[in-house]
Structures are given as C-alpha cells and as structure tokens.
C-alpha cells in the first residue's frame, strides 16, 4: 500500500495546449535523419497545383522512436521490415 500511495504524490507536468493553432490536413510525410541523430519530419498537403510544405518538425531519433511507437499503439499496426530481394533469384512473373 505504501508504493501505491507513494506514486499518486509523483507530480505530473501540466499539458499546456494552445487553442489558437490551425489544424492542418496532410497527406504526406518526409523524414530525413542527419548524422547528429536529429531528424527533420517535413509534412505535405497534397493540391492540384502540386505538393505545398504546411509544417516543418525536428527531434532527436529516440523521442522520433517514442512517437512512431504511440502512433502504433493507437492505430494497433505494426509494420514489418520488408526483406530485400536475394541477388541472382528471379521473381515469378505473375499471369
């Protein structure tokens, strides 16, 4: 019982939104990762006029690891690792 009651006096940091930024529609994604483990997420929307950057996001890989995971979670898919082709084997051709 102590550990229980130990950890409802942990504090919580307060979430602070802000209620005056736009929701913005996107339909694709660019990620880029730079050598210092920092990774650029460039969000598109997509328009007949062609492809308009609405935001611009940067982070480091393990919090980018940690929002990969939640999205994930929420959406309950789990992608797996696609395996490259073996050299020299001939796919099927498919009828």
Not at 68 to 85: G, W
């Amino acid at each position: 019982m102590a550990t229980a009651k130990k950890d409802q006096n942990i504090m919580q940091p307060k979430l602070n939104t802000n209620p005056t930024l736009p929701n913005l529609w996107v339909d694709s994604l660019n990620v880029a990762s730079r050598e210092d483990n920092i990774c650029v997420l460039r969000f598109f929307t997509s328009l007949p006029e062609g492809f308009f950057e609405q935001v611009r996001v940067m982070t480091d890989k393990q919090k980018l690891k940690k929002f990969v995971d939640a999205l994930c979670n929420t959406l309950n898919y789990y992608p797996t690792k696609k395996q490259p082709p073996i050299k020299g084997k001939k796919e099927p051709l498919s009828h």
